[in-house]
């Protein structure tokens, strides 16, 4: 479909361009014309006081689609050195609830590893594993995983195939769907079945999270998502489950690109902020590094970690491994505290999905407040010390 | 060596805000920028033929206004841009997008591709990898480093959660970068007198060889079914009393939460 406008209804009146999220409506001779910055959002369909904007169909919506030979949920289970990446176990939570809504099987499909980490993916919900041994899985190079997903697919003809939004995840799964001409849609946050249609509802943010969009792709299979850690619950673990493990052949694998080396580099402080339970995180408010040291001392007395902000981090009081945010980490403990920082909306969508959000800020008018659960008014360096001072008193210390 | 570069001109997401009446965007005033990891891109494009020799071509897809973000790279020091602008672009999700800069890729000739590691718009970081598909040449995505590069291969820094991989790749070829690749450069006084007058090459979708329905929306797979604002806490409490009250309420309902 398109979105239209009718010039002969067209008064000018410019009650449209207000609407539209992406500036795509534009004055031109007097009359509202929509650009190519369109997405489809319809937001100014109902905005026109004399309907001149409509929304048409193209010959191209009514061809009839190809997808009914298309069955089963599959999620990429990705693993390095052996161990499995828990963003796909998250998913492995997700495919199992789409596979059942569908009334099909959720598969999981696992490069390199070996048969115990196949078992595994069956525990946390898979029905059957396909598993690729080859030397080539060893490190993680584009071609051969490009190269044998794509087969898959394109012999077994999924429905849905997720992935993690990971940096393998990211580098090789978009060059899949290219492959397979199909559409990818990165980063989802809420995944579900369309009860009409049964097309994949996939959510993400959009502008920096600023809006929501609902993406579909109605005509093409398999529909593509990738997910980002933590932003995912994962499924039930059932050590009784009983599932099939089928070896998958990898004949006529290479690969262009060669891995020399893989290098872990030393943070100093070791920061895992994806998997503590709970996240003190400093902002510009916090003042300087003898601030964070303040921040350093209550998340240990909560047993967590200390986040950032990026305007801490490019003031260089924290390194950037700690920072959340569009830039920096997503993470999603079951409790954040939020210490001089204004919640601008790239930090927001980094950490928004937490169990429980508590902000202490000096601006009442700190966008921060309007996700915090728990709001406190005041300066952090009054505040921060009598919270570690009660803390203290209560674990008698 | 024939350089690429892919920039994309996106709004300064920064000073995107949401009008909390209406739930929409307010963007006047929102300035346009370069993507900013475009800019480390360009650079080291920029770097790339200084050390081998070559020339740098910018592409953006976009509408005609895109033509300010060329000639920005312009006066960075790039030696040409290229517009893709046609009305048949217009929606064109990642898959489009990626055809369509490809196929102008494909007829301008390449050695070496350079993207951004994602657009902060869309943020999807799909166009390179996909970008790389069409032209069926290989990419290494999140290149912090360049080692070493000759004719035939380029030794990369590839960054990984953990820290990196060392990755050889035959040339031709497509990297993604990521910021701390380089420091994009300044324009120089020189640079911007060039962009002034540069004159601006324009492609349509007839000019790149693609048929009207494999280009923008027709071309696209998916689909922007509706959007809506971000959901918001239903109920938050802002804590009163003096300072030792408010700490001790806060204990007591993080207790209740067993969050402590
Ligand atoms: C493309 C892009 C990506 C970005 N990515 C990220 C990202 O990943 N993560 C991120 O965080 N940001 C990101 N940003 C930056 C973001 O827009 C904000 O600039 C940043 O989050 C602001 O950090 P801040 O809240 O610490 O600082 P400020 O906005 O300066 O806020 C400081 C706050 O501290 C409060 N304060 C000051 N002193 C005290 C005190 N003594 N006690 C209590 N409160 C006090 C102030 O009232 C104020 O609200 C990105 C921006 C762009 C353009
Ligand atoms: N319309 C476009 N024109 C030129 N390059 C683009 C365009 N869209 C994306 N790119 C390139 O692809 C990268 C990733 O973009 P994205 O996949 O949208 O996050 C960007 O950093 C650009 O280098």
């Known amino acids: ?397 | 060596m024939r350089i690429i570069v892919c920039v994309k001109q996106v709004p300064d997401t920064a000073e995107v805000k949401i009008n909390p009446e209406t739930n929409t965007l307010i963007r006047e005033g929102v300035s346009s920028i370069i993507n900013p990891y475009d800019m480390h891109a360009i650079e080291a494009g920029l770097q790339l033929k200084e050390k081998k020799g070559g020339t740098v071509t910018v592409i953006t897809m976009g509408p005609p206004q895109a033509e300010e973000a060329l000639r920005e790279a312009i006066s960075m020091g790039v030696d040409e841009a290229v517009l893709l602008t046609d009305r048949a672009f217009a929606g064109a999700d990642t898959l489009a997008t990626s055809r369509t800069l490809a196929g102008a890729i494909r007829k301008l000739g390449f050695d070496i591709v350079i993207c951004g590691k994602q657009a902060i718009d869309g943020d999807t970081a799909q166009v390179g990898p996909e970008v790389a598909e069409f032209l069926g040449i290989p990419h290494v995505a999140y290149v912090k480093k360049i080692e070493e590069i000759t004719e035939e291969k380029i030794v990369l820094y590839r960054m990984m959660e953990e820290g990196y991989d060392v990755v050889e790749a035959p040339l031709p070829l497509l990297i993604t970068v990521v910021k701390e690749l380089n420091v994009p450069r300044l324009p120089s006084l020189k640079g911007k007198m060039r962009a002034k007058k540069a004159e601006i090459k324009r492609f349509t979708h007839k000019d790149i060889g693609i048929e009207e329905d494999r280009v923008g929306l027709r071309g696209s797979p998916t689909q922007v079914k509706n959007i809506f604002a971000p959901e918001r806490k239903k109920e938050r409490k802002i804590l009163q009393g003096s300072p030792e009250e408010q700490v001790e309420w806060l204990i007591e309902e993080l207790k209740k939460l067993k969050c402590i």
């Open chain 1, 1 to 397: 479909m398109r979105i239209v406008v009718d010039k002969q209804l067209c008064t000018g009146c410019e009650s449209c361009i207000e609407s539209c999220p992406y500036d795509a409506i534009v004055m031109e001779d007097d009359k509202a014309f929509i650009n190519e910055y369109c997405q489809l959002c319809r937001n100014c369909l109902s905005v026109c006081p004399e309907g001149a904007i409509k929304e048409i169909e193209d010959i191209y919506d009514r061809e009839p689609p190809d997808v009914g030979e298309f069955r089963g949920v599959w999620v990429f289970a990705e693993q390095r050195e052996g161990r499995l990446a828990d963003v796909s176990l998250e998913l492995l939570g997700v495919g199992r609830r789409l596979a059942e809504t569908r009334s099909t099987d959720l598969t999981a499909v696992l490069f390199g590893a070996t048969d115990r980490e196949a078992q595994e993916l069956i525990k946390w919900g898979a029905d059957r594993v396909l598993h690729a041994e080859d030397p080539l899985f060893e490190y993680f190079n584009d071609d051969p995983y490009v190269h044998l997903l794509s087969r898959l697919i394109q012999e077994q003809k999924p429905e849905i195939v997720l992935a993690g939004a990971t940096a393998i995840g990211r580098s090789f799964f978009p060059r899949v769907a290219a492959r397979l001409r199909t559409g990818l849609t990165a980063d989802c946050t809420g995944l579900e079945i369309d009860p009409e249609t049964g097309n994949l509802l996939q959510i993400r943010p959009a502008f920096g999270g600023n809006i929501m969009a609902t993406i579909v792709c109605p005509r093409h299979r398999p529909q593509m998502a990738t997910v980002r850690p933590r932003v995912m619950k994962k499924g039930r673990y059932d050590e009784t489950r009983k599932g099939e493990i089928l070896k998958v052949p990898t004949d006529g694998l290479s690969s262009r690109t060669r891995v020399i080396q893989t290098v872990k580099e030393e943070t100093g402080v070791s920061v895992n902020l994806q998997e503590v339970d709970v996240i003190v995180s400093g902002g510009r408010g916090v003042g300087g590094p003898e601030g964070f040291k303040m921040l350093q001392e209550l998340a240990s007395l909560l047993g967590g970690a200390v986040g950032a902000s990026r305007a801490a981090v490019d003031e260089g009081w924290i390194p950037y491994s700690h920072q959340v945010g569009q830039t920096g980490k997503t993470v999603c403990p079951k409790l954040y505290i939020a210490c001089g920082i204004s919640g601008a909306v790239q930090h927001l969508v980094g950490m928004q999905s937490s169990d429980t959000i508590v902000a202490i800020n000096k601006n009442p008018d700190a966008p921060i407040f309007n996700v915090a659960d728990f709001g406190i008014i005041g300066d952090l360096k009054e505040i921060v010390p009598l919270l570690i001072k009660k803390l203290k008193e209560l674990k008698g210390q």
